[in-house]
């Protein structure tokens, strides 16, 4: 692949939850349960599967849910990620419950809970990897090595999305009052989490009805490249319905670490999605300067998606 590479060390610094040492204790049941500062925090602990491995699934719960009040939800990869830094691999977290919490009980949200099922360890970038995106991915040589190399021998993003949808999602929807419909149900990530979320709002429409990609790895590896980038704009060519307002799609960047090589990628996606009428309220793509690919970044601008997502009826922003 051609593009400005970065070494391995600088890019273990760089990527935050993507990094592969991240993934290597993203499975490891002995780390501490996290704690919350607001609401509280439900463990259902190595949750089986048909399709992955098992793996921890944390659910957050806002303060005043009592089971009787119905809340939408909001699936959040990475979830080892999302709540209490003192647990996790580099000691940086999401703090969903701190910023949330606040913003529901100011009205600016609507009650919403956060599922965050852990990423599967070494198997993340395999999981997270959109497997259509594979199809267009040319010359068949380097499209064999990714997935040897990269995917270690087997997409898996296709299961990964049958466990959302066949298995986890009907056994949150079974066991807490949510709202189950496709308008309050969504999903976001960073990085390959971003990937996987655009995947699955247009892989499957019937379920999820938005979705937030923050600092979206479209080269899918540790340099700028086209050919990725390129498999993916053709799988999307082929995915974006024909109504505009079937799409709810959030996306952001920032301009330094390894944010900085999606300068070239991401505008060619927001220019595919113009081409196909996709803008403001339905569609926003924003770039933050100055900000790089870590969980503090994107803790700091959780608010902006969050109300993209799940803003309550009448709130301004």
Not at 84 to 91: E, K
Request: with cysteine; net charge neutral.
């Amino acid at each position: 692949m051609s593009g400005k590479t970065i070494d391995r060390r600088t890019a273990l610094a760089l990527i935050g939850a993507t990094s592969i040492a991240a993934a290597a204790r993203g499975g490891d049941s002995a780390v501490a349960s996290p704690r919350v500062t607001a609401g509280r925090l439900e463990r259902i602990a190595d949750f089986p599967s048909r399709y992955v491995a098992p793996r921890h699934v944390d659910v957050w719960l806002p303060p005043g849910y009592d089971g009787t009040r119905r809340h939408a939800v909001l699936y959040m990869h990475d979830g080892q990620m999302l709540f209490d830094p003192t647990t996790t691999w580099n000691h940086q977290a999401w703090r969903v419950d701190a910023v949330a919490a606040p913003m529901i009980a100011a009205g600016a949200l609507r009650d919403f809970m956060v599922v965050g099922p852990w990423n599967g360890g070494a198997a993340r970038h395999a999981e997270y990897y959109p497997q259509g995106f594979l199809e267009h991915l040319e010359p068949p040589a380097l499209r064999d090595k990714f997935v040897a190399e990269a995917l270690q021998g087997r997409p898996r993003a296709d299961d990964y999305l049958r466990f959302l949808v066949e298995e986890l999602k009907p056994a949150i929807d079974a066991r807490y009052a949510t709202r189950s419909g496709r308008e309050d149900t969504c999903v976001m990530g960073s990085s390959m989490g971003g990937l996987i979320s655009i995947y699955a709002l247009l892989s499957h429409p019937e379920v999820f009805g938005a979705a937030a990609a923050l600092s979206t790895h479209w080269i899918g590896s540790f340099e700028r490249n086209t050919e990725l980038p390129a498999a993916a704009l053709a799988w999307l060519r082929g995915h974006l319905p024909a109504d505009p307002a079937r799409v709810r799609l959030y996306m952001d960047r920032g301009t330094t670490e390894l944010d900085a090589l999606y300068d070239k990628s991401q505008p060619l996606v927001d220019a595919l999605l113009k081409e196909r009428g996709l803008g403001e309220p339905g569609w926003v793509s924003k770039v933050y300067p100055g900000k790089g690919h870590n969980e503090v970044a994107w803790s700091e601008r959780l608010p902006v998606p969050l109300r993209f997502l799940l803003a309550a009826p009448g709130a301004t922003a």
